[in-house]
């Protein structure tokens, strides 16, 4: 495959950061906005499936967390097929998935036949694009990464507050039936986003490398190919390791609010019209504060404490969450879902770019798979949970009581871990190169003794030593110089006996160099 072959060494092209780059991002951009915003966008038709088919909300509500699960548990899948066919074609198939997800299900005579085409295939459809952008994303840019990943995380509120009046007026004109059509030829527009996923192209060494792979038959092969399509070694790196376990815990309670907060509102006797506007408040503070962030992020002083950005990211989230469940009226909810836009858009601009500092190009494709697996299982947990919690209390201040605790947590473990684990890493590090340092002062010193040895020669010489006693001496000394050599050079590097011995019987004046390559090391 074109797309496999040029994806096999995208770690030794330097990225161009810029050019064709922004038509990725481009692409990127709107691959997020319909893999985050579609889920909450066919909320609108629910009432009209209720009606349809005689079900319940909490049976409606399930197409959503369906299409959510397949977004986020799919992801060690979408690294095989990464891997193993290249990020273009995988999303060029993948936006044919998501669109044919919906237009089967305006066929649908039961809920279950929804469940089906618009949960799991439609959900594996937009999973397949939104993973690989993002790999490509990280492909085309490494200095203005941070900016991009915000630019590109600004997609999801953006096609939010598109995508939701949108869908109020299909239903308003075509029904269900048709605005589930309309939304599957929309999202033929995924192909176009992977046809824009173009493959950096490696030096002419590379191609070679390419091509003497795909030359090689039999188990060879399938061994190299094997190796490449999930790299579970990721879990041996102890940031990749803290990151996985605090990202967990975060989407426990970072969705909490955003489902929640509508009815928080009416439950304090606000108006379905003043309580719906309160999430787009959120929509639009977090379109700012998503690029905003990604700049910052990308701030020389910033970018190498980027992973305690996102910690405080996370505190800011869940202080705000903890603060706002104290909100008994409409302008402190509005105060509310202000401070959770930016804190949420801070979020989303940084979870992926830390990673992608954390593990590095090559490793990324296989990180983020095995990163949104894990959180698929907590993305299950977190609103269900919250949900049980509400019914056993009928107080919405526990809820976000509840998400807050679980943020704040996340950060603490992210922050805390990383200071006392990857600081002490780095220490071990520097005490290794200072013990280096010593080394080779240590060598320097041996380097000295040829110079010692020939002043000490020379003073030999002119009492008139005879010629059997001093070779005698200089082999002694040779050998106690051979024994210093051995004990600080490595064993890879060897110095030949003749050469020593004929360097040392050569008569030198005072202050002549010592030049020799091979004992002055």
Known sequence: MGGAAADLGTDTVKAPDGGWGWAVLFGCFVITGFSYAFPKAVSVFFKELIREFGVGYSDTAWISSILLAMLYGTGPICSVLVNRFGCRPVMMVGGLFAS????????????????????????????????????????????????????SAAGSPVALCCLSPFGQVLQYQYGWRGGFLILGGLLLNCCVCGALMKPLVGPKALKSKVLELDNQEGPEKMKMAKAKLLDFSVFKDRGFFIYTVAASIMVLGLFVPPVFIVS???????????????????????????????????LKWVRPRCVYLFSFAMLFNGITDLIGSQAKDYPSLVVFCIFFGLSYGMVGALQFEVLMAIVGTEKFPSAIGLVLLMEAIAVLMGPPGAGRLLDATKNYMWVFLLAGSEVVLSAVVLATCNYLFIRNKSSALADKLESITVTDDAKTEICRKPLMMSDLEEKRAGEGIEKETKDNVIKKEEEIYKEGVEEVMPESKTVDSKEVERFLKEQRQNGDMVTNPETCL
């Open 100 to 151: 044919l997800g919906m237009i089967m299900a305006s066929f649908s005579t039961s809920i279950i036949h929804i469940y089906l085409s618009t949960g799991v295939i439609t959900g594996l459809g937009l999973a397949l694009n939104f993973q690989p952008s993002l790999i490509m994303l990280n492909r085309y840019f490494s200095e203005r990464r941070p900016l991009a990943n915000g630019l």
């Open 264 to 298: 928080y509102a009416k439950e304090l006797g606000n108006e379905d019209t003043k309580s719906a506007l309160l999430l787009s408040i959120l929509g639009f503070i977090d379109i700012f504060a998503r690029p905003t962030c990604g700049v910052i992020a990308g």
